[in-house]
Nanobody, 122 residues
Framework: QVQLVESGGGLVQAGGSLRLSCAASGTIFTINAMGWYRQAPGKQREWVALITSGGSTNYADSVKGRFTISRDYNKNMVFLQMNSLKPEDAAVYYC????????????????WGQGTQVTVSS
């Protein structure tokens, strides 16, 4: 089994910062990419940021220049530093990991965390 647990959400004023963390645990052979998604009330879940096993990063246009994704490869963790937060950034943020549990001969799968709430007051 694999578990992803997010932390770091909360209430912040517009213009403020938050740092989200996500830890992957369980039977893990290798993690390919890790990323963050978010879902606001009444909206579909949207991709926010991605970091590959090699450290390459990509961001949604809406967060580029304000959010930074990083990884701790030894601890199977991913982080999202969110600066200059806007009310439209408010959402439940989900951690995602694409990983192989048992070895290179086995398929990789996507796993999700339970989500952490980010609220931004104007």
């Amino acid at each position: 089994q694999v578990q992803l647990v997010e932390s770091g959400g909360g209430l912040v004023q517009a213009g403020g910062s938050l740092r989200l963390s996500c830890a992957a645990s369980g039977t893990i052979f290798t993690i390919n990419a890790m990323g963050w998604y978010r879902q606001a009330p009444g909206k579909q879940r949207e991709w926010v940021a991605l970091i590959t096993s090699g450290g390459s990063t990509n961001y949604a246009d809406s967060v580029k220049g304000r959010f930074t994704i990083s990884r701790d490869y030894n601890k199977n963790m991913v982080f999202l530093q969110m600066n200059s937060l806007k009310p439209e950034d408010a959402a439940v943020y989900y951690c995602n990991a694409n990983l192989r549990q048992y070895g290179n001969g086995f398929p990789s799968q996507d796993y999700w965390g339970q989500g952490t709430q980010v609220t931004v007051s104007s």
